[in-house]
């Protein structure tokens, strides 16, 4: 099971690697005004978290 310390060091560790230029990869092939669409579907009965940094349309 996840806990916030590995959590943490997982984000952390994702972070460093893009720093300090940013996500390079990213940067130069997404424009800055791209917006994605995605269908999640649950296999089991579960917890959604996060759902307030998404917009439901």
């Known amino acids: 099971m996840l806990n916030s310390a590995l959590v943490d060091e997982v ?8 720093a300090p230029w940013g996500d390079v990869t990213s940067h130069f092939l997404i424009p800055a005004d791209a917006t994605a ?16 940094r998404l917009r439901v349309s």
């Open 11 to 18: 984000v952390s560790a994702a972070l460093r690697e893009d």
């Open 37 to 52: 669409l995605a269908t999640l579907t649950a296999r089991e009965p579960g917890v959604f978290a996060g759902a307030g």
